[in-house]
Structures are given as structure tokens and as C-alpha cells.
């Protein structure tokens, strides 16, 4: 089982992909598939609240006083977390398409957002190696204005 900000964070992260760059879905066709996300991320939601056993990945959870076993029976079938993925699919085609009818900027937007994780992960690897972050430190230069109350002096 998941946590239900669990779920509502990945319904949201299928949403922000359907309408990104623009805040705008790409299509009035697009319209049912945020339903379908709203509608699932509620019955995934309300059965993890519902359910008599608790979360088994937390430890000492207390069951959920919201226990209710007649709801937790209807909703079990429709409240699969395998389907999460296929909606990550569907809206990374949203994504698809808009690169392939967009204007220069929006593609720009787009391969903006779809490269932004490379110079990230390469960053948090050279941080994370043994002598790396102490060279990063030793070449950071002393903070002298007030303003930079959160850098270290030397």
C-alpha cells in the first residue's frame, strides 16, 4: 500500500505533464483524461483511508479510525496503483505531441524540461564523490555581505 499524499502527488506530477508549457490542456479531447486522474487519485485515496489493514510499509501504524470494510470491499477493484504508470505513459504522449505541433518556443520550453534532470543528477554526483565536495568548498570564495547570512565564512 501507499500513502495517499503519495498518490495525490503522482495524479499531480501526471497533471503538470499534461498541461505543461503553457498551463493548458492540449486539447478539449484531453479533458476526460485529467477526470480519469482526478476521479482515481479520489477512489485510491479514500480506499487507503477506508481500508481496515494499515499501511504495512510504515511500522506501529495505528489502523485508520475512518475504517469502514463495506466501503474498502467496493472500492478495492477500482483502486489499483498499477494503473499510475500507464498514466504517466499517456501523459508523457500529451508531452509528445505538443514538442511535435508546437512553436520554437514551446519545443525550447520542452526540451528545457525534459533535459533539466542531466546537469542535476551529474551536480549531485560530483557532490556526492569523496574529494569533490571538499575541493567545491576550498574553491568557493569567502561571503563578506550580511545578505549571505547562510554561507559559511572561512
Known amino acids: 500500500m501507499t500513502t495517499p499524499a503519495g498518490i495525490v502527488s503522482t495524479s499531480l506530477i501526471v497533471v503538470l505533464l499534461v498541461v505543461f508549457p503553457d498551463g493548458w490542456l492540449p486539447s478539449r479531447r484531453w479533458r476526460w483524461f485529467v477526470a480519469v486522474i482526478g476521479g482515481l487519485s479520489a477512489v485510491v485515496t479514500v480506499y487507503q483511508v477506508t481500508a481496515p489493514e494499515p ?4 511500522p506501529g501504524l495505528p489502523p485508520s479510525p475512518l ?8 472500492l478495492a477493484p477500482l483502486s489499483s496503483f498499477s494503473l499510475f504508470p500507464v498514466a504517466v505513459l499517456v501523459a508523457a504522449v500529451a508531452l509528445v505531441i505538443r514538442y511535435r505541433s508546437g512553436t520554437i518556443v514551446v519545443r525550447r520550453q520542452i526540451k528545457w524540461f525534459t533535459l533539466w534532470p542531466t546537469p542535476a543528477d551529474s551536480l549531485s554526483r560530483s557532490r556526492s564523490g569523496a574529494g569533490s565536495s571538499a575541493s567545491l568548498e576550498r574553491s568557493r570564495p569567502p561571503c563578506t555581505s550580511p545578505a549571505w547570512k547562510h554561507c559559511r565564512t572561512p
Open 55 to 58: 499501511d504495512s510499509s510504515i
Open 67 to 74: 475504517v469502514n470494510p463495506a466501503v474498502a470491499a467496493v
